[in-house]
């Protein structure tokens, strides 16, 4: 079974902190994503990357900056939090062989809340 | 209007009843296509892919509807564990393209 592990279900930050949220898979998937998942928007994608050192701007990058420097981790680091950046961060991971097109595995989320 | 929409619900149904949702997509260059089901706070677990020909998975059964751009879910004999909500995914023309829909609420009760 994929297993997509994330460092904290829960975490409380200061507003203008700096924030590191991590994320482990251990499948060898190329491909990991951060989203963020609020009441009524749904899951909208931060950051994407398809290989080490690669990443691509989501649809709502601003705030947000990512580093990939093995397969297996992927972080999301909030450069300055805000209030609202508060909400749920899940990570997931998917393989791009056979296909770019295969499910996505989540891991289990960490509940940000910026005060 | 949404690449991709879902009834939202919240659809209250007894135990043991058959229900169904429907799903929507509006690009047609759309790949791949999944049902995942979230539980309150948790993360969205994938349900099952669908495939063109149609897929069933136990008391689940997914069809797909490329002429007319829709994706089907179907649960029989309803259990009180299926209370959730049902995403639809579609992942299209590259790896980052995964669009989901916003959700529909299932509630059995008993």
């Known amino acids: 079974d994929v297993k997509v592990t994330q460092s904290s279900r829960y975490l409380v930050k200061r507003t203008g902190e700096k924030v590191f949220l991590e994320c482990v898979q251990d499948?060898?998937?190329?491909?990991m994503f951060w989203y963020r998942q609020d009441p009524g928007l749904g899951l909208r994608l931060i950051y994407f990357?398809?290989?080490?050192?690669?990443?691509e701007k989501g649809d709502i990058p601003e705030g947000y900056s990512v580093s990939r420097e093995k397969k297996e981790r992927f972080s999301l680091i909030l450069e300055s939090a805000s209030t609202n950046q508060t909400s749920m961060y899940l990570c997931?991971?998917?393989?791009?062989?056979?296909?770019?097109?295969?499910?996505?595995?989540f891991g289990n989320g960490t509940r940000l809340t910026v005060t | 209007r949404k690449e991709v929409e879902q009834d939202p619900g919240p659809f209250n149904v007894p135990e043991g009843a058959t229900v169904a949702f429907n799903c929507t997509y509006s690009?047609?260059?759309?790949?791949?296509f999944f049902w995942y089901r979230q539980d309150c706070r948790k993360e969205p677990k994938l349900l099952m892919s669908?495939?063109?020909s149609g897929n069933e998975d136990g008391r689940f059964t997914a069809q797909l509807n490329r002429a007319s751009q829709y994706i089907s879910l179907l649960i029989r004999d309803s259990k009180l564990s299926d209370s959730a909500t049902y995403l639809c995914?579609?992942?299209?023309?590259?790896?980052?393209?995964?669009?989901f829909g916003s959700g529909t609420r299932l509630s059995i009760r008993p």
């Open positions: 997931a991971s998917s393989p791009s062989k056979p296909t770019d097109y295969s499910p996505l595995h």
């Open positions: 669908v495939y063109s």
């Open positions: 499948m060898d998937h190329e491909n």
């Open positions: 690009n047609s260059a759309s790949q791949s």
């Open positions: 990357s398809y290989d080490v050192k690669m990443k």
């Open positions: 995914v579609v992942r299209r023309s590259s790896a980052s393209k995964i669009i």
